[in-house]
């Protein structure tokens, strides 16, 4: 047989030729470049679709953080920064004189209130003062609404009165006693009164009268209901 003939076989089978036998390599298969492209041009494409839905909940979540921030600070002033300090003037008083002196007890009371809130302060109706010696309120009056504007002040004026027209034995000595110790008469003026979002409100001030001449800080305490 014709060796020339045996190596140009088409069909792919073994070839002698002397040697070891060898193998016919499979033909090289062509890829589809189109397909390959667009592939990799898929992939970008549907990563930044997901970082686009991602982003966008984030902005809905912020943008309803701050609707609620906002209304906040516009509609429910009990959730906002800030607060309202009250400070209480000397007092000037009557029916604290000598024994046997029949002039009615009262206590003239004015407090100066400042507040930082950004919305207006105001009371939801008057309010109510009244005085205590060692704890025994003596004196009582209203006060008329108020209201503090926004990072403003107010001053805050009332009388609070007694129907005794002298005051029992006890507690002149407790007076006769103060003034000596203390060169003055310890008095406690208590302001009560109730805010719309704050509820019922208690201020307490405490000054020795004749002795001060200063305004003096009050305690202010926001009651809750049971």
Known sequence: MDPEALLSRPNGDHILTGRKKEQALPPIRTMDLEALLSRFEGEPRQHHMCKFWVS??????????????????????????GHISFSME???????????????????????????????????GGATVQAAFSGLTVAVGI????????????????TASSAWTALPEDFRERIVRDRRINGGVEV????????????????????????????TPCRTLRLSYC
């Open 56 to 81: 966008t909940v984030l902005f809905v979540l912020a943008a309803a953080a701050a609707a609620l921030f906002g209304y906040s600070l516009l509609v429910d002033p009990d959730l906002t920064v």
């Open 188 to 215: 406690e003026i208590n302001l009560s009164f109730e805010n719309e979002f704050k509820g019922p409100m208690w201020v307490r001030c405490s000054a020795i009268l004749d002795a001060n001449r200063q305004n």
């Open 90 to 124: 000397p007092v000037a008083y009557t029916g604290l004189g000598p024994a046997g002196v029949a002039v009615p007890l009262a206590f003239n009371v004015t407090l100066l209130a400042t507040s930082s809130f950004k919305h207006a302060f105001c009371t939801s």
């Open 143 to 158: 006060v008329a609404p108020f209201c503090v504007e926004p990072k403003g002040s107010a001053v805050i004026a009332g």
